[in-house]
């Protein structure tokens, strides 16, 4: 693709921009001598017409879910409804000041206290702080409310945090972050979590376990509520990792299952656009004995006037600025009050459905590690499928069939990881093409494996060198002088 650096330099200039007014002398007094430029910069004269082209052609080499399937694993990329953009940008919300007096803003307000409401109903829990912004803000605003639980009760013996190898990857991060020790449970040849290994950790040095409820192999803990129970028989509590959800949504509710803590990922459950660094949504749900602790401020009603509640003073204070996402959440409460209970739960009939549909067709092809009935999303192995062919070969071939390749080489359970999440709003004509590329790309590998080792050959950019790349970043445009 021809880029604005292309062009050969040329002189006069492409804006319509008025020479500069200011005085060079009064700019070296306002402006420090670093921060002024001597020469001219080093780019091309263009028209607005060739950078508005530009960009505009580098837009159309995204990939979104607007585009076709994204099939990322543990991610949940489902198509996002345009009529909850329209809500969020209605003037009274999108106009509205977060420091504005309470007074001012009773309907914003309404919308944080009643989403909050609506949260806890969906997860069988007490209360709900929705001010986290993301899924990994949520895990650790999740630690920090049993790191303060644990120092209100004077156990402070309590620093270790069991976490079984299926979790997700930002887990053991998010508890060593708030200042936990993380000890790995190792799963069963099930890929469930080993009772038994899991007994043999649990002393008066735990503070609670994490659990990502389905695993990141797509399948439900079938102990969960015996885990939990041991879990809160040693006196620990026990964290859920809500980025799963789509599996079980209006099926079954974490509180009911022992959860203490559990956050939502709005950005994906709730299809809220997600991705490209964000904005994300990670509300964090608690039972009774954590709310307290509960970030502040909280939106409370009296009567029919909503007011900030500061006056918690066991709080782990503040996570976000203001109230968090506003206009993520607002997305959220929209496709709630659409889909209603009833669609809620159609939506997690759904994903297994596409997962289960996906998963019964490409373990004909490729390895399938667990062999079981799986909830959202399964985990293939690209292992043995041709010879000297990689995961990663199969994920850059699938360019060329025009997919977003799914997670690779996640979980770390799985040699050579395949871990693809269809979600509820594909249709099955589309999971067959999907499919059928797969299909064809283990044929290839087979008969043609150089195909593979040199894919994508469609792609405006073709296989990089990752470690150099990720060594040696290249960070401005290699200008000629």
Not at 447 to 472: K, S
Request: proline share 7%; aromatic share 8%; hydrophobic share 40%.
């Amino acid at each position: 693709m021809r880029t604005i650096f292309d062009y050969e330099k040329r002189s006069g200039t492409g804006g319509i921009l008025p020479k500069l007014d200011v005085p060079v002398r009064r700019m070296e007094e306002l402006l420090p001598q670093e921060l002024i430029r001597h020469n001219e910069p080093r780019v091309p004269n263009l028209s607005e017409p060739e950078v508005v082209r530009h960009y505009t052609a580098l837009s159309k080499l995204n990939y979104g879910i607007d585009d076709g399937l994204y099939p990322l694993g543990s991610c949940t990329m489902k198509y996002n409804p345009k009529m909850n953009e329209d809500v969020a940008r209605l003037p009274g919300f999108a106009s509205v000041h977060p420091a504005a007096d309470p007074e001012l803003v009773q309907g914003s307000l309404a919308v944080v206290h009643e989403m909050s409401q609506l949260l806890c109903g969906i997860a069988g829990m007490a209360d709900v702080t929705l001010q986290p912004a993301a899924g990994a803000h949520g895990e650790v605003t999740g630690m920090f409310l049993l790191k303060r639980y644990f120092e209100a009760r004077g156990e402070m013996q309590r620093t270790r945090i069991l976490l079984p190898d299926s979790a997700h990857g930002t887990n053991p991060a998010s508890a060593a972050t708030a200042g936990f020790s993380v000890t790995e449970i190792a799963s069963g040849p099930d890929g469930l979590v080993d009772l038994n290994v899991l007994s043999g950790e649990l002393d008066d040095t735990v503070a609670g376990v994490m659990l990502t409820v389905p695993n990141t192999l797509g399948i439900f803990e079938e102990n969960i509520v015996k885990i939990t129970a041991m879990v809160h028989a040693a006196g620990g509590l026990c964290y859920f990792d809500g980025a799963n959800l789509n599996a079980f949504l209006g099926h079954a509710r974490p509180g009911d299952m022992g959860a203490d803590v559990f956050h939502f990922n709005l950005h994906k459950t709730m299809s809220s656009p997600h991705g490209g660094g964000g904005p994300g949504s990670g509300p964090v749900a608690v039972s009774k004995t954590l709310v307290p602790f509960l970030p502040v401020p909280r939106v409370k009603v009296d009567g029919e006037r909503y007011y900030l509640d500061w006056e918690q003073p066991q709080s782990i204070g503040s996570m976000h600025s203001f109230y968090g996402n506003f206009g993520v959440f607002l997305k959220a409460y929209a496709y709630i009050l659409t889909l209603g209970d009833e669609g809620l739960r159609e939506v997690g009939e759904n994903a297994v459905l596409n997962a289960n549909y996906l998963q019964e067709r490409l373990k004909k092809t490729y390895k399938l590690p667990y062999d079981t009935l799986c909830k959202h999303e399964f985990v293939l192995t690209g292992k043995g499928v041709g010879d000297g062919i990689s995961t990663l070969d199969i994920a850059k071939r699938l360019i060329d069939y025009g997919f977003h390749p799914p997670t690779i080489y996640f979980p770390l359970i799985v040699h050579e990881a395949l871990m693809i999440e269809p979600t509820e709003t594909e249709s099955r004509e589309t999971l067959d093409r999907f499919a059928e590329a797969m299909e064809k790309i283990a044929s290839e590998a087979k008969e043609n494996p150089e195909l593979l080792h040199d894919a994508p050959h469609t792609a405006p950019t073709r296989r990089l060198d990752q470690t150099r790349a990720a060594r040696h970043p290249i960070m401005t445009y290699p200008f000629e002088e």
